[in-house]
């Protein structure tokens, strides 16, 4: 009977020691609503899923912009394009002009003539069955990345250029900057887009994006510039105090913070 006690418990023992430990619980799901967020831009269109943390559940997906690009086009992609994603509560959309209560007013790089007045926020709810607030894309790439906190301004180098200013977290009405005259005629959005990049080259290109930061440091007296967008990575000299490149995907990211009760959006 001792022998078959001893023995019970050391097969016991063995078992413990080579027994497979349970996979640890998932984490339980992000309570609050899903947001779907797209960003459009003059060349691309990106689009993401995310938690109300601001996390990614799903995506990004992106896609050429169409061109030419007519709303019907735009539109039409942007549905293609968030159709695998899975499931949504509300979506915010990031367009580059001037836009005010869900409907464009301007659309310098996409054609501001085939824009002007178009529902883009009556139309993706009736298309995607889902609330929509619309805001321009500068604005929304600088929800994602600013502190809160003093004169923050955020810049995007891409097809052409995005301007937004925040005082201490709150948004400034939008000034389409990038349609402003900058130098011997010629727009920031024609001096240091995407255009003027592939023209003249990187290191001229680099000269005018240095006096680009120091015109709208004169003109704002920001406390924080942060600069964004897909051509932000070009820049290769050393930013002066005050200025640093933030994620492109920021554009995506600051769609949750579009839905903040406190966000006035009438004067996106």
């Known amino acids: ?31 609050g609503p899903l947001t779907l967020a797209i960003d459009i831009g003059g060349t691309r269109l990106k689009a993401g899923v995310l938690t109300q ?27 293609g394009m968030v159709s695998g994603l899975g499931a949504f509560d509300r979506i915010s959309i990031g ?17 501001t003539q085939a824009w002007a007045s178009f529902d883009l926020a009556g139309e993706m709810t009736r298309l995607l ?15 994602g990345v600013i502190s809160g ?7 995007t180098f891409g097809t052409g250029m995005g301007y937004a200013l925040f005082a201490d977290g709150q948004l400034a009405p939008h000034l389409e900057m990038g349609q402003h005259m900058c130098r ?15 023209e003249v080259g990187a290191k001229r290109w680099n000269r005018r994006a240095q006096k680009v930061i120091a015109a709208i440091d004169e003109l ?27 994620p492109n995907e920021a554009g995506i ?8 009760s406190r966000l006035d959006t009438a004067f996106g």
């Open 253 to 260: 990211t600051g769609g949750v913070r579009l839905w903040d």
């Open 53 to 79: 943390s601001g996390a990614l559940a799903s995506g990004p997906v992106r896609a050429n912009t169409p061109h030419p690009s007519a709303p019907s086009d735009v539109v039409q992609t942007l549905v």
């Open 129 to 143: 069955g889902r609330p929509v607030r619309l805001l321009n894309d500068a604005s929304v790439q600088g929800l």
């Open 220 to 246: 704002v007296n920001f406390d924080t510039l942060l600069i964004g967008g897909g051509n932000a990575k070009k820049i290769s000299f050393p930013l002066p105090p005050r200025v640093r490149v933030v």
């Open 1 to 31: 009977m001792t022998n078959m006690i001893a023995e019970i418990a050391a097969r016991a023992a063995l078992a413990r020691q080579t027994a497979v430990p349970a996979p640890p619980s998932a984490p339980a799901p992000e309570a």
């Open 149 to 155: 906190t003093g004169l923050e301004c955020v810049l």
């Open 95 to 111: 367009f580059p002009g001037v836009v005010r209560k869900g409907h464009v007013l301007t659309a310098p790089n996409l054609g």
């Open 184 to 198: 011997k005629g010629l727009s920031y959005d024609h001096y240091i887009g995407n255009a003027a990049l592939q």
